[in-house]
Antibody
Framework: EVQLLESGGSLVQPGGSLRLSCAASGFKFTDHAMTWVRQAPGKGLEWVSG????????YYADFAKGRFTISRDNSKNTLFLQMNSLRVEDTAVYYC???????????WGQGTLVTVSS | IQLTQSPSSLSASVGDRVTITCRAG??????LNWYQQKPGKAPKLLISTTSSLQSGASSRFSGSGSGTEFTLTISSLQPEDFAVYYCQQSYSTSITFGQGTRLDIK
């Protein structure tokens, strides 16, 4: 059974940093690209970042470029999202999902809430 | 690639046939997916690459289209179908979602 378990969300002040993790199981992690998607309260889905199966090719939404860094540890089946210079508008539930381009996102985690507020 | 869904909201009754449209700002070939989301839950993939029904999704759902215009059809609405629906393109490495269509009970 495929499982994705996010963690690391919390309350952080504007300008602060946070690192999200997504522990994957139930599939061969090294064979799949991965994606982060977020959803602000009461709003729609917004793609944040994606990364190739090897980890060598990261991709970012414009709002994430220069502030967020996606990475993965294939030895630990874990995906990460390092978020710096956080803004109030980054407040959202952050989901990790299996796969990236060329296919739908069939498996999602339960999400982790990031709240940016003073 | 911008995706525009219509309508943004829709009220319908159990048993109705419903169609949601997703228009892309440029061709996404057939790399268009549909999701259902219920309150407090992660999105659920219903249809991938325009028309491939996901395992576990009801056959009431079907998708069609190509290029820049796509549709999701629900053949006969059931109570569990009332939710928010999103289209998403996986054609480019900058994937995008439509703004969502809220389907409410009339």
């Amino acid at each position: 059974e495929v499982q994705l378990l996010e963690s690391g969300g919390s309350l952080v002040q504007p300008g602060g940093s946070l690192r999200l993790s997504c522990a994957a199981s139930g599939f061969k992690f090294t064979d799949h690209a991965m994606t982060w998607v977020r959803q602000a309260p009461g709003k729609g889905l917004e793609w944040v970042s994606g990364i190739s199966d090897s980890g060598r090719s990261p991709y970012y939404a414009d709002f994430a470029k220069g502030r967020f860094t996606i990475s993965r540890d294939n030895s630990k089946n874990t995906l990460f999202l390092q978020m710096n210079s956080l803004r109030v508008e980054d407040t959202a539930v952050y989901y990790c999902a299996k796969d990236f381009v060329g296919t739908g996102l069939e498996y999602w985690g339960q999400g982790t809430l990031v709240t940016v507020s003073s | 690639i911008q995706l525009t869904q219509s309508p943004s909201s829709l009220s319908a009754s159990v048993g109705d046939r419903v169609t949601i449209t997703c228009r892309a700002g440029q061709s996404v070939d057939r790399y268009l997916n549909w999701y259902q989301q219920k309150p407090g839950k992660a999105p659920k993939l219903l249809i991938s690459t325009t028309s491939s029904l996901q395992s576990g999704a009801s056959s009431r759902f079907s998708g069609s289209g190509s290029g820049t215009e796509f549709t999701l059809t629900i053949s006969s609405l059931q109570p569990e179908d009332f939710a928010v629906y999103y289209c998403q393109q996986s054609y480019s490495t900058s994937i995008t979602f439509g703004q969502g269509t809220r389907l409410d009970i009339k």
